[in-house]
């Protein structure tokens, strides 16, 4: 059985061809990097999978399910979680509620009004005890207490980052798909980023798809690595083997 698999995808607006023929497979408990320039197709590619751009050609696998026709919110059920390139956070919430909103999927009742109207001992009353106690495990897991009741308005660009990764772990994703986790962050920052990763991937066994630009990142924390350019495939392979591979190195550093 093949976790997720990717099979010739392509997708094109208008005559741009943001991604052409891109097949790939990822296997459980794997950390999977996509590279390439801007304006290669990799965000379109986490897009397509997320359910949010419907591909023009190919076929997408998760768990053995096709799910390239699916609804995002479907695809979010299936266990497929994201952050996004941009900070997507509600900057006059806290930590807190960010990370709580991430469960909506798995609500039945409005969001933070289950205790308020009906109740702590409510049907749900319970569920949003239920919630937020997952996502106080979410808070303590990335070392986020310190910041719990403060707006995210408030907070370093870093720890927002942080929150919206708590985010994308509220709906205890199996795959979690990563766009430029690191882009901004300091060293410091970028350091503790990577022992969470490798943290998610080792003790919540969620399989990771990161597309990053810092390449010594890539290099360490990759399993296997996607080079893309003008939404072709350049390369596919270990580290070791794409860092060398002659067109990775001409679409990094502008060779002829
Ligand atoms: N919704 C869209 N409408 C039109 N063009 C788009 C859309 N999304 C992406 N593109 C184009 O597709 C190409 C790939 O973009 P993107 O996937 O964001 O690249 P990357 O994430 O690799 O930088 C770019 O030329 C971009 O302008
Ligand atoms: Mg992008």
Redesign the pocket.
């Known amino acids: 059985m093949t976790f997720f698999q990717v099979q010739n995808l392509s997708l094109s607006?208008?005559g741009?061809a943001?991604?052409s023929d891109v097949s790939f497979e990822v296997d459980k408990g794997e950390i999977y990097a996509v590279i390439?320039?801007?304006?290669?197709?990799?965000?379109?590619?986490?897009?397509c999978i997320s359910g949010l751009?419907r591909p023009d050609q190919g076929r997408i696998h998760f768990n053995d399910r096709r799910i390239d026709s699916e609804k995002p919110d479907r695809i979010a059920r299936l266990g497929i979680g994201r952050t996004f390139?941009n900070i997507e956070l509600f900057v006059h919430l806290n930590t807190m509620e960010n990370i709580l909103l991430g469960r909506h999927l798995f609500m039945r009742t409005g969001l933070f009004r289950g205790i308020f109207m009906w109740g702590r001992r409510s049907f749900a009353g319970k569920e949003e005890i239920t919630h937020r106690r997952k996502v106080e495990e979410i808070i303590d897991f990335l070392n986020l207490q310190a910041v719990r009741d403060k707006p995210v308005g408030m907070l370093p660009y870093g720890t927002r980052k942080l929150v919206e990764l708590g985010r994308s772990l509220a709906v205890e994703p199996d795959l979690l798909l990563l766009?430029e986790p690191c882009a901004g962050m300091t060293a410091d920052e970028k350091q503790d980023l990577y022992f969470h990763i490798h943290d998610i991937r080792d003790i919540l066994g969620t399989t990771i798809v990161l597309?990053e630009h810092d390449m010594n990142m890539v290099m360490d924390i990759s399993n296997r690595i996607l080079a893309?350019n003008f939404?072709k495939t350049i390369t596919e392979g270990v580290p070791e083997m794409v860092q060398r591979h002659p067109d990775v190195l001409k679409a990094y550093l502008g060779e002829d």
């Open positions: 607006f208008g741009l943001a991604l390439g320039p801007n304006g290669a197709g990799k965000t379109t590619l986490f897009n751009y390139q766009d597309i893309v939404g």
